[in-house]
C-alpha cells in the first residue's frame, strides 16, 4: 500500500475540520450560508495544502540529482 501525500492528509482535515465548525456554528444560532460555508471549506483546504510539507519520494529523480 503506497502512503498518502501529507499535503493530501493536511487538506482532508482541514476540509472536515472547516465542515464541522460550520456544523457547530449552526447548532449555536449562528445560520451560516452555504456560500459562506463552501469558501470557507476551499480556503481551509488551500492553506493546509499550502504549509503542510511534501512527502518524500525516493523512487522519483529530480533535475538537480541527474
Known sequence: MKTVEKKVTAATAAA??????VFVAGLV????PADVAGAAV????????Y??????????VTAGDA
Open 29 to 32: 444560532g449562528l445560520d451560516v
Open 16 to 21: 472536515a475540520a472547516a465542515t464541522v465548525l
Open 51 to 60: 504549509l503542510a510539507p511534501h512527502t518524500p519520494r525516493p523512487d522519483v
Open 42 to 49: 476551499t480556503v481551509a483546504v488551500f492553506i493546509a495544502g
